[in-house]
């Protein structure tokens, strides 16, 4: 009989990388904690990059039009990507997937 263990003690393996949706997470909670005008627009872009990232079959073509779209977005709606450290987020996270150039 095998011993009971508790939830929140069993390991999960995840099929993505974890850092990359933490970045995602962090720009969640500073769009929220700015309380923008556009929140619920700039919400659902990171949404779609989170749930990307999730897939676990990750693909730089479809990535970077989402971050770009992030960054359109920005620009159009005057958020101050200096407090969303967007800048620095979203290249992060595009060099996390970005291919590897032989050398």
Do not use: C, Y
């Not at 407090?83 to 970005?98: M, P, Q, T, V």
């Amino acid at each position: 009989m095998l011993a009971h263990q508790p939830m929140d003690e069993i390991e999960f393996e995840v099929p993505w990388d974890e850092g990359a949706v933490r970045i995602v997470e962090q720009l969640e909670r500073s769009i929220v904690r700015l309380n923008l005008d556009s929140q619920a627009e700039s919400v659902s872009l990171v949404n779609a990059i989170e749930v990307h990232l999730e897939s676990g079959a990750v693909d730089i073509q479809v990535l970077r039009p989402l971050t770009d779209a992030f960054r359109a977005l920005a620009s159009a709606r005057a958020i101050d990507r200096k407090k969303l450290k967007l800048d620095g987020r979203l290249a992060s996270l595009l060099r996390r997937f970005a291919p590897s150039t032989p050398r």
